[in-house]
């Protein structure tokens, strides 16, 4: 029977796709391997371990969105789910390497995106956990089937800038944000009011008005 273990050796952006991801390139290794697998249907949850990094004063105020002040982390700071994928890996014998390839988003509603866009640099710790089903041969040649175990898991570090590379090259200067409909048709309405070109226009002299606001209240008090 099938017992397979699995390693992270690498990991790196997805060059020409339709939406950005990432290629895990996963080695998959088989005991005993003599035993032929025919093909491989896996599933795979992946984690963030955000408590086995540090994080710096920036990248503290970064996250204030997600985990509140830092004096408050040790209660607030737990691991996070990125994703879960599938695969299907084709026949081998002893081992292999596949690439399991996760897709990622920019929407700044999903946690896992606010996460890694408030790391400046470093790595981000993931846990990497298994599931699915293995079909092989027996000694006899003839087609068995078997579950993964539920306690096969590896550990990988996920560089930041593999991240980052992957926004820069399918979203370069850019940056998503989902609204409302109703909040966008009153952004929609006072951008064709003040006749604005463009939104970086409209939602810029927001923000100015806002922060002249907030400096003349400051100088009222």
């Not at 540090?54 to 209660?75: A, I, N, V």
């Not at 790391?119 to 068995?144: H, I, K, N, R, W």
């Not at 090259?169 to 109703?182: G, I």
């Not at 064709?192 to 922060?211: C, F, I, K, V, Y």
Request: hydrophobic share 40%; net charge negative; aromatic share 10%.
């Amino acid at each position: 029977m099938p017992d397979l273990s699995f390693r992270v050796e690498n990991a790196e952006t997805v060059q020409f796709a339709a939406a950005p991801a990432i290629d895990f390139h996963l080695r998959i290794d088989n005991s005993p391997a003599t035993e032929l697998i025919h093909t491989v249907a896996l599933r795979c949850q992946i984690q963030m371990e955000v408590t086995r990094r540090r994080y710096t004063p920036e990248e503290q105020k970064h996250l204030l969105d997600l985990f509140g002040e830092p004096g408050r982390w040790s209660q607030t700071l737990r691991s996070m789910l990125w994703t879960n994928t599938s695969m299907v890996i084709s026949s081998f014998q002893g081992g292999t390497i596949a690439k399991m390839q996760v897709p990622c988003t920019f929407d700044f509603n999903v946690a896992a995106t606010k996460y890694f866009h408030g790391l400046e640099d470093g790595d981000v710790p993931l846990c990497l956990m298994f599931s699915g089903t293995v079909f092989y041969a027996d000694e006899a040649g003839a087609m068995q089937v078997a579950p993964i175990s539920w306690d096969k898991e590896t550990r990988f570090r996920l560089p930041v800038r593999v991240w980052k590379e992957m926004m820069d090259r399918y979203y370069p200067n850019s940056a998503w944000v989902n609204v409302r409909r109703d909040v966008f048709d009153r952004l929609q309405q006072y951008k064709m009011n003040h006749s604005l070109p463009g939104w970086e226009q409209t939602l810029e002299r927001l923000l100015d008005q806002a922060e002249l606001k907030e400096s003349e209240a400051l100088v009222a008090s």
